[in-house]
């Protein structure tokens, strides 16, 4: 077999820059970053080569209109798997026989992890809060969870269980009470029994053989048996990413979770035979995107050794391989400097320091889905049973969103109560803005209860005072940074 051909960037270089914009771009959302098995089957299903976003527009504008007829009719193309409207739901007595059926070890593990996630997630659930100022007004912030919730748990390439934990238990913390999960109609799927048997123990009662866009487009729209959703959460593959972003706003969704992205960061320090294993770990989901960054060019050639050699030992090594070649960089930086502004700017889903201070270099990292720090946190403990989900934003996404959590299920309304007092204390300031707006409306709303309890109708104009009075606030406060001592 040739030798492995990671792409180097080095950023002294004057194409540095345009390099790591086609780095980032192309595992975005608007990329096209599929495997060759999927964009084969993409065109002889539609008959010509689309997109994977004209594809995906396809697809849902057909649930949207056609109902499970097309859900059906997909599900067929796509997974090779006829289903029937009697055969889409998966029966409760088919997955408390596989819970019945399953490995007591593989039972006992799956418990620890929900624990542990369940422990981390209620923690995190906020509480209402109220501030009442006595005998004025009352100020609440109440939350309540999602009615019904969607979850797309992957099932093309391997069984995920682990999506199901990360995905279902954030909700039940929140509260959530109907669950409905969606899995591609595969033996890695709604057809494998420790799937089931998850499904089983976390007390989901709605679970369907559907997976990809249709499997977006029917919780989203609601179609013949599935009622639709609230918010649709959970990774996929990019035909499910573009799906949820196209539905938002006939739903929540969590964030645009695509293909899975890794950023190291390592110096002379770092052990190669540990990097080498996490940017397989990455790239053995094909498509995944590893990135190694360093400012020491020797160890470039040390984890390209120990790549080889692990690739050697690997059962799914061509497609990790071809995925390392395809996707994965070694990018070359001067300084620490320069290895906390790239990281920031490509924004990665999972971000793995490995160098001398990683906890240091973190505080200056603002863009990543989760970080993990040091020789000893491989991601895939949070992939698998910390307690974070590990359902992150990817494609440069974290830029500006978040890995799920329970707060995500939950919903925020305000509440406001005034009394006669509380409403005599604030008209003058409400009528006197409503009128600057030209909404008289709002004001007459206002003035009418006050000419019922007795108060002027209109606020009285002020009169000039003799000495014009200093602002209470020069500037607004900023809020002191707290010590590394109280943050930790």
Known sequence: MPPLKMRRIDCSTSNAVAQLKALRDQFSSDGDVVSARDRKLTQAVFGEALSPVQSVDRILADVRSQGLEAVLRYTEAFDKVKLTAKTIRVPASEMADAYASAAPEFLETIRRIRENI???????????????????????????PMRRVGICCPGGAAAYPSTLLMTVCPAIAAGVKELVVVMPPRDSGAYNKDMLAVCHMLGVKEVYRIGGAQAVGAMAYGVQGIEPVDMIVGPGNLFVALAKKKVFGQVAIDCIAGPSEVVVLADSTSNPAFLAADLIAQAEHSPGVPILVSKHAPLFDAVDEALEHQLGELSRSELTRDCLERFGSYVLVKDDDEMIRITNELAPEHL????RDPEAMSDQIDNAGAIFLGTYTPVALGDYAAGPSHVLPTGGTSRFTSGLNANDFMKRTSIISFTRSGLREIADDVVRIAEKEGLTGHAASVTIRLQEIGAPAKPKKPEKPAVTPKPVLDKVPVPEKPSEKSRR
């Open 352 to 355: 793995h320091i490995q160098t």
């Open 118 to 144: 369940l422990a981390f997630q209620m923690g995190l659930v906020h509480t209402s809060a109220i501030l009442p100022v006595t005998g004025m007004y009352e100020l609440e912030l109440r939350y309540r």
